[in-house]
């Protein structure tokens, strides 16, 4: 997320630096020594994903250390939020970037997700909305808000790069091969993740793959919550996302 931009300083002398913004920066001490290190980056901006404190608490202190940033985020329980976004009908531009929102309620009710486009490369910052093979817990929202939510993300292009904001992928990869033991691309990815440590990113496509909560269409996944006298094909998306929930809740 950077792009060079002319900067006259007082004496009418061009310096070129770059713009800079920073996803959930909840560990500021990293963020400011990066800095440090390239003195041509200026940060300008920061974007929020919600406003759990492993997410949101470094803002007060790199506004500190920072003062005058920007600070995106979905309400005012964002700590230190400049910019409160409530629409999806905004998109933020960014030297050459843009910034689409999106309003992801289920984790929390004021979670937002950002998608990034820069010609060709794009991103998506997930928080806890979507994991690599999971998704977040619903502390706030219903099924059919994160229904809503993942729903929007797994219709993103399958080149996506997914940059989500946990390291859970062997844990989710376990449990979601409790829910489709046949799925190889899900047999793979957990040996893959083992091998690897670091996940991320992800990317759209393997998400759609490899993710039970992002294939609760599957005749597969049905048929891991199907109930006694139930029919699997006649449960909704959302009823079947519920139970997958539940299921990894209680694992
Ligand atoms: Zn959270």
Known sequence: MIQKTVCHTVDLIPSLYYIAAVVDPVEPDNVLRVLEEHADYK?????????????????DKLLKKQPGLTVYGGSDQVQAVTHVITTEDTTLSF?????QPYLTRGHTMEHIC????????????????????????????????????LTKLKTLPGSTKVYFGHEYTVANCRFALTVEPQNADLQQKLAWAH??????PSSIENENL????????????????????????ALTDIEVLGRVRQMKDNS
């Open 43 to 59: 940060l300008t901006t920061v974007l929020t994903t919600h406003h759990h404190w492993d997410h949101a608490g470094g803002n």
């Open 95 to 99: 030297g050459s970037l843009t910034i």
């Open 114 to 149: 950002y998608y990034i486009q820069d010609g060709d490369n794009k991103v998506v910052f997930t928080g806890d909305c979507l994991f690599s093979s999971g998704c977040g817990r619903f502390f706030e929202g219903t099924p059919t808000d994160m229904d809503g939510a």
């Open 195 to 200: 091998r690897v440590g670091c996940t991320t």
């Open 210 to 233: 490899t993710n039970p909560f992002l294939r609760v269409h599957e005749p597969t996944v049905r048929q891991a919550v199907v109930q006694r006298g139930e029919t699997a094909s």
